[in-house]
């Protein structure tokens, strides 16, 4: 449909829209490439730091076993502050473009959209 | 089960009606959930999306049911039971997959999706090639999946049955056996996914979980509270009884492992743990299956509480894995398990038994421990079967046949009576390639779908939500140069051929030195996926715009 494609990309070129954009990509994308970078730290260095891995810190419990779990709790540390980072300043903007979509003149883009769907 | 251990006989039978009971209730209860869930399933949405009625909680232990497979549960118990530390990198790079899903997939796939994996790659592209190509990866993921859980689940059923070589149940001898547990499984499958579809699926895999997590704390609290909560305790008899001293407790006794005086060798195997780790933390967005999941809630926020849910589900059950595995190279030991199944995959049963026998009255207590753990196995694998066969079919249906064959001009009645029939297609299917596949390894088989996941799926997912330019044609560059690099890697890999552990280990034909290919075919389904867009002159911005808008806001949402 002519009309609400010419809503998108009127909403597309705001500058809320530019806004919500820049803050989820700037979030996503360096938090996914340092996860990512700390993840293969950890497959390179069990790979070819075995020794450093094998050293003992208490007990029986050795360096490869605290990387391994600080694995694990930086992903539940990245996950939770992202839901934060999410709900304070990703909503609240996804929000308000939202509703001025649904109020504005694209209110029937929302029926008209690709595999002919419902809204 | 490990007979050894059984003092008589009639304790092996008494564990064995006591599985079948305990599964037959399990069956019974999913069962009931199903025919209920068939009375509210009405419409399209209803079946393939379970009406998008889930609350986060419920999605996320649905989605941690789908996850937690027999390669999860059983596999990396015996992998680090038998090779001590390496398992548990596959735990971790199951788990930070899901950073992947959370940031980069789950909410947008909601937005802008309805059904399937293919609505948001042919959102902005001619939906007919988009749409078949998203299809043959959806299928073939799906059954390489399949596959993996049911030949898991014929080679578990004469252990966990106590079936020994010789011996028969019912009539049954052990091979028969496999095979009428290949065909139990599928037809239940069947039954689940066609009766209950999405609804009484999402059903089944949370009673699944809720399950799988009991069983699995019990567990890991009779191990802990015999070694007094001392994890180094644990650790040090886990590393003295596996024989291997402290390298038990370190990486490299599986995977990257070190020959003396080889130098290639040692390169390829090191390559070999850097590809499967590459495959494991970039497949699990890419899974068809894990995806459809986030279909079932009302809105992209929830879809985000869902998969933060099945993060902190999976990771407990991971970290639960760990004191299972090493429970059980300490409490049962290395030899005995090996003794019942080469690959390890009778070490959480084992140790069931074992705690059993120790904490819970004896012989009785060890057959009730085994029965539980063996009947959960059994639910595990069920589950996930049941899901992977609701995914395949619904892009069967939806996309196949809505899109391609009817041109959009299918009524949802037509298609949701497709989607049933293509679920007993499919369950027949891989009925049969499971009965011919027995002798596979199922960690491979699933290696594998994670590989063609990360290879085919993934990039073509993640050039559709945030690359203006990506075309039909980078669509299906990437998707097909994907998943055909990741096949054919596999075919010339030691894997299939030219190893004593191959599928034609008398027969070489490979030239590839990994088992995994995935640190090649993920880099080539990103490098096709790029350059097909930029050899194609199409181009659609507006559609873009609204893809963007649609999947940033939630505007327009399903």
């Known amino acids: 449909m002519p009309a609400s494609a010419e809503r998108y990309l009127e909403v597309q070129r705001s500058e809320e829209f530019a806004q919500l954009r820049h803050r989820l990509r700037s979030y996503i994308f360096p938090t996914t490439i340092a996860f990512i970078v700390w993840y293969s730290l950890y497959v390179l260095l069990s790979a070819y730091a075995r020794d450093f891995m094998a050293i003992k810190v208490i007990g029986n419990i050795n360096v490869a076993l605290i990387f391994g779990v600080l694995q694990f709790v930086s992903t539940f540390l990245i996950a939770w502050h992202y839901s934060r980072y999410a709900a304070q300043k990703l909503d609240p903007l996804a929000d308000e473009i939202h509703s001025t979509l649904e109020s504005g003149p694209a209110a029937e883009a929302a029926a008209t959209t690709t595999d002919g769907g419902k809204a | ?558």
């Open chain 2, 1 to 558: 089960m490990a007979p050894q251990i059984l003092a008589a006989e009639a304790d092996a039978a008494g564990s064995r009606s006591l599985t079948i009971t305990l599964f037959l209730v399990f069956v019974a209860i999913t069962l009931g959930i199903t025919i209920w869930a068939s009375r509210q399933t009405k419409t399209a949405t209803d079946f393939y999306a379970g009406g998008r009625q889930f609350s986060g909680f419920q999605n996320g232990m649905a989605i941690g049911g789908d996850y937690m497979s027999a390669a999860s549960f059983l596999g990396i118990a015996g992998i680090i039971a038998l090779y001590g530390y390496d398992g548990f990198l596959y735990s971790i790079g199951f788990l930070v997959a899901w950073l992947v899903a959370l940031l980069l997939v789950a909410e947008f796939l909601r937005n802008s999706g309805r059904f399937t994996m293919a609505d948001v790659l042919a959102f902005r592209m001619r939906q007919r090639p988009v749409r078949t190509a998203a299809s043959v990866s959806t299928i073939v993921v799906s059954i390489f999946y399949l596959i993996a859980q049911m030949v898991g689940a014929g080679a578990l059923v004469s252990l966990l049955l106590g079936i020994k070589p010789g011996a028969t149940f019912l009539g049954m001898d052990a091979n028969t056996a496999k095979v009428a547990t290949i065909i139990l499984v599928g037809a239940l499958m069947i039954i689940y996914v066609t009766v209950g579809g999405m609804k009484g699926t999402t059903y089944v895999q949370i009673v699944k979980a809720f399950m799988l997590m009991t069983g699995a704390l019990i567990m890991v609290l009779l191990v802990l509270a015999h070694y007094k909560f001392n994890l180094s305790a644990l650790l040090g008899d886990a590393a003295t009884r596996s024989g291997k001293g402290s390298a038990f407790l370190e990486p490299g006794l599986r995977y990257g492992v070190e020959t003396a005086g080889d130098a290639a060798k040692t390169f390829y195997s090191k390559m070999d743990l850097l590809s499967l780790g590459l495959a494991l933390v970039l497949g699990t967005a890419g899974l068809p299956h894990i995806l459809t999941r986030f279909y079932t809630v009302p809105t992209s926020r929830i879809a985000r509480k869902s998969v933060l849910w099945a993060i902190g589900i999976i990771g407990t059950f991971y970290l639960f894995t760990l004191a299972l595995g090493f429970g059980a190279a300490a409490l049962v030991g290395g030899k005995e398990i090996t003794a019942q199944d080469k690959a390890g995959n009778t070490a959480a049963p084992q140790l069931a038994q074992k705690l059993g026998l120790d904490y819970l009255g004896g012989e009785t207590g060890g057959a009730i421990m085994l029965a539980v753990i063996a009947a959960v196995a059994f639910a595990t694998i069920l589950a996930v079967v049941a899901g992977l066969t609701l995914a395949s079919s619904s892009s069967l249906a939806h996309d196949f046949y809505a899109s391609v064959i009817k041109r959009g001009n299918a009524s949802e009645r037509d298609e949701v009576r497709v989607a049933r029939y293509s679920a007993l297609l499919i369950g027949a299917v891989s009925i049969a390639l499971s009965i011919f596949a027995q002798s596979l390894n199922v960690a491979f088989l699933v290696a594998l779908a994670f590989a063609v996941a990360a290879s085919a799926n993934l990039p073509a997912i993640l050039y559709s939500l945030f690359w203006r330019r990506f075309n039909t044609a980078g669509a299906l560059w990437s998707i097909y140069g994907g998943l055909i690099s990741a096949v054919v890697l596999v075919f010339f890999s030691p894997v299939v051929s030219g190893s004593a552990t191959a599928m034609f280990p008398n027969s070489d034909w490979h030239f590839f030195p990994l088992s995994n290919p995935g640190i090649i075919s993920i880099p080539l389904g990103f490098f096709f996926g790029w350059l097909g867009t930029i050899l194609s002159k199409e181009t659609d911005p507006e559609k873009y715009a609204e893809l963007e808008v649609r999947a940033l806001t939630g505007h327009g949402a399903h």
